[in-house]
């Protein structure tokens, strides 16, 4: 382990040593560069502080979070900066080979130092934009709530249920939150859509039950004539802590189950709730977390649908997209629309409505974020309510998804 570090500090050292050179060409007064060092090792230190301090300890809390953002900005900006010189490094090599080679190693080489320091402009320049977009992103995106709605069509949603309206949140990471006047105007931005119904697809915590406290009571007036209704996600269950026992972690768990029942939400495991408005009735369906890969894999589908009627309208409530993908679509019980989070559509991309959709996320997920249909079948992916890890947000902003159902028969 001790090994690791060492390794790991003497990479990060040896990237600073190559981008702290175009510092050097570009700002002729040395003390700039001095600054550049210090603040990056100051930075190196602390985020590694903090991971010897914290990681055993099951904690992420929002100091790590920070150290963390302000660690993968100055790696983001290393790394663009390093690009370029190392490429005009590329091409003074050969250069220098000949010369060696025609003219003998003690003639001295000379290259264009105003090439080197126009590189080197060009490199800070461009490494600047995405570090400046990461800072904003901690400062004002992780909060940027946004309010997206769709109309869907179903040919089989009963009568009374043409027009309701259902709030989809997802992924509060309860353990994150760091201004309470923010959340508080994200819960009243939720409810502020009147919904009918409001559900909830997991991830309240990002490990420990005890996230929820200082931000039970804002959470708690979330109000839906139809009920409040919650799953679990693969941040719920303790997975990421070592606990002292099993009991401890079950004893975690009980507290997490408590709470979310003290704030007013049913919690769903892997079972199905009927929902009736005058005369008609849906199925509300929730199963514990089912991902693919490594993640935690509790659903059972099976059970929670057992004995529903097939001709009834059913939503599901699933924390991984991936579950959707590879055991529901094709399952032959039919689920006319699925509510998923978990990916955060990664915190960071491009959208422009009716142009550009775009997220690293789409490498691991191939439904990441917003509306998808397949066989007759819905699925929103919610972009996540609150944030992990990297405490900020960039072109994917928080998300509040208002779905208005819309009967078909009576369009």
Known sequence: MVLRWLLFVLFICCLLVYSSSAIKTVFKNPWIYYIFVFVNLMVIGNFILHIVLFRDKGLVSPYFMYSFGLFIMIIVFQFLVISFLFVEDLVRLPQWVYHLFTKGFKSSFEYSPQRREFISKLALLIASVPVGALFLGMLRGKYNYRVIKHKLSFDNLPPSFDGFKIVHISDFHCGSFDNKEKVKYGIEMINDQRPDLILFSGDMVNNMAKEILPWKDIISSLNAPF????????????????????????????????????????????????????????????????????????????????????????????????????????????????????????????????????????????????IYKEKNQFINVNRGFGFLAYPGRVGIYPEISLLELHSQKSA
């Open 227 to 370: 009920g409040k209704f919650a799953v679990l996600g693969n941040h719920d269950y303790g997975d990421y802590v070592p606990w002292e026992s099993e009991a401890k972690k079950k004893e975690n768990m009980n507290h997490l189950l408590s709470y979310l029942n003290d704030m007013g939400f049913q919690v769903l495991l892997n079972e199905s709730k009927p929902l009736k408005n005058d005369k008609d009735e849906i199925a509300l369906i929730g199963v514990e977390n089912w991902g693919a890969g490594g993640f935690k894999k509790n659903g059972d589908f099976d059970k929670a649908s057992a004995n529903l009627d097939e001709s009834m309208f059913k939503i599901l409530l699933s924390h991984d997209p991936s579950h959707w993908q590879q055991k529901i679509i094709e399952h032959p019980v039919h689920v006319d629309l699925t509510l998923s989070g978990h990916t955060h559509g990664m915190q960071f991309g491009i959208e422009i409505p009716g142009w550009i959709k775009w997220s690293p996320a789409k490498y691991r997920y191939k439904y990441w974020a917003g």
